[in-house]
């Protein structure tokens, strides 16, 4: 058994205590973060004169090679050592010598691992925003495909008022897009570096906080060493905000396997993104938005298994942060797949325009309209409410629909009635004449698809910005 600790101890650690207690099984996966913090760790202990120009030369060196034969797949990682970061160092030594013993100065695997953590998560969040900016460019496209695509909006799972798919898509557009600004909000609020902060009391020796804080991309060095080790907020904060993100994708997933159903048909799901059945030679089942729905609750598992975790540990670091890492690399990773495909299946889906406009024209999704025709003659609204209430009804008996009676049988309601009425409850007019900010009305749409590429635009621009300069 591997391990940086055994000095202080007269007999070996209990086998299956000691595999119990290891993380290499999966902190493996902070491998080149571990790299990276170390050379910058190493360079500033060099620039400090606490290591000789030799022996900061060699650890790079040394470190830079095993990052090199990790990212060419020739790099064995074994379980015999206790977690990544006594991996990264007995080989290292076994490559250097003696230099490589002096790596660890100043510094702790509290500080250590408190770093890796935020590098690593500090890259997901820039992937997680990059996926989202890919969905809402997807989104927009839509959204301009269809400002003409009517289709029933709903309240209660009933039909309520015609909206426009261009404008049901946007209100998905909207979440997203504060999904984005969390992730950015996140970032701002983690960059800070921990390195430095030794186990919980900092170092005697004379670090450069700052200037390793610089070498690596952060805002500055975090300002107490004890909340620095035990800080595991930016975890919660990114499960938090990645829960809301498959809340949201949960939802729009809901939305599509009821729009896929026989009932509805208002979409269909291309074969790539669908399954059949083993008995049911004609099932062409809605697989991926499923699973997407499903997966949500698995990264709500995660947050509320951390908060469960950190909710009654004293400072600064204890054994129990170690859970954060598995939960949260299973969050991330099944957000990356769920928001990689959900926007796979959404690019090649295709709607059903007529069905949807047929639906919603036989649901009385005019009724509002037809009262507020009324209140334009002159009628108060609460008896125009009433008058169209009573119309329904009577539509219903029926098998109508309002704008399908005559205009006698429309007087018979209501002598305020005239012709102009079938224009009034058309579904283009019923639309198109909501142009207030927010509303369905095509020329509102277009402004707010306006609203929404310049920010896309800009969005864009940071993130081509961002990858210039190799974050």
Same mark, same amino acid.
């Given at each position: ?37 170390? %050379?910058?760790? *190493? ?6 004169? %606490? ?25 064995? %990682? ?20 003696? *230099? ?32 989202? #900016? ?24 009933? /039909? ?75 975890? #919660? ?34 074969? *790539? ?130 704008? *399908? ?5 429309? /007087? ?15 579904? /283009? ?43």
């Amino acid at each position: 058994m591997a391990q940086l600790w055994g000095g202080r101890f007269a007999e070996e650690t209990d086998a299956f205590a000691y595999q119990f207690q290891a993380s290499i099984s999966f902190d493996r996966r902070l491998l080149l973060q571990d790299i990276e913090g170390s %050379i910058a760790h *190493a360079v500033m202990l060099g620039r400090q004169h %606490i290591l000789s120009e030799e022996e900061k030369d060699e650890i790079v060196k040394g470190l830079a090679g095993i990052r090199e034969d990790a990212e060419k797949g020739t790099l064995q %990682i074994t379980d015999e050592y206790e977690d990544i970061h006594s991996f990264v160092e007995a080989v290292l030594i076994s490559r250097i010598g003696d *230099a490589g013993k002096k790596l660890h100065t100043g510094r702790s695997r509290n500080d250590q691992v408190a770093l890796d953590m935020k590098l690593y998560v500090r890259a997901e969040i820039a992937r997680t925003e990059s996926l989202l #900016i890919n969905l809402l460019r997807t989104l927009l496209t839509m959204m301009e495909e269809h400002l003409d695509t009517y289709m029933p909006g709903f309240t209660h799972l009933q /039909k309520a008022q015609p909206v426009t798919l261009a404008h049901h898509l946007g209100a998905y557009f909207e979440m997203f897009r504060r999904d984005l600004l969390r992730m950015k909000d996140i970032y701002r609020r983690m960059n800070y570096c921990p390195l430095g902060s030794g186990a919980l009391a900092g170092t005697t020796y004379p670090l450069d906080r700052g200037y390793t804080s610089a070498l690596l991309g952060f805002e500055g060095p975090t300002l107490n060493s004890m909340d620095a080790v035990s800080d595991r907020d930016y975890l #919660i904060e990114y499960l938090s905000a990645a829960a809301i993100v498959m809340m949201h994708l949960s939802r729009f997933s809901e939305e599509i396997i009821i729009w896929n159903s026989n009932e509805y048909q208002f979409v269909e799901i291309a074969d *790539a993104y669908s399954t059949g059945s083993s008995i049911m030679p004609q099932k062409k089942n809605p697989d991926i938005a499923e699973l997407v729905r499903g997966k949500t609750g698995r990264v709500y598992g995660a947050l509320m298994s951390l908060l469960t975790t950190m909710k009654g540990i004293p400072l600064a670091y204890n054994k129990d942060m170690q859970e954060d890492k598995e939960l949260t690399f299973d969050a991330i990773d099944t957000l990356r797949g769920c928001l990689t495909l959900f926007c796979g299946m959404l690019k090649t889906m295709r709607f059903r325009r007529d069905v949807m406009e047929a639906s919603a024209a036989n649901g009385f999704t005019n009724a509002t309209d037809a009262a507020d025709y009324l209140v334009g003659k002159g009628v108060p609204f609460r008896d125009a409410h009433s008058i169209i209430g009573r119309l329904v009804l009577y539509c219903i008996d029926k098998g109508s629909c309002i704008d *399908a009676l005559s205009l006698e049988e429309l /007087k018979e309601i209501s002598p305020v009635f005239e012709e102009d009425i079938y224009d009034a409850v058309s579904l /283009k007019t019923c639309v198109e004449k909501r142009l207030t900010i927010g509303a369905p009305g095509q020329e509102a749409m277009k402004r707010v698809i306006q609203i929404n590429k310049k920010f896309l635009q800009e969005e864009l621009q940071k993130e081509k910005e961002r990858i210039s300069r190799g974050e």
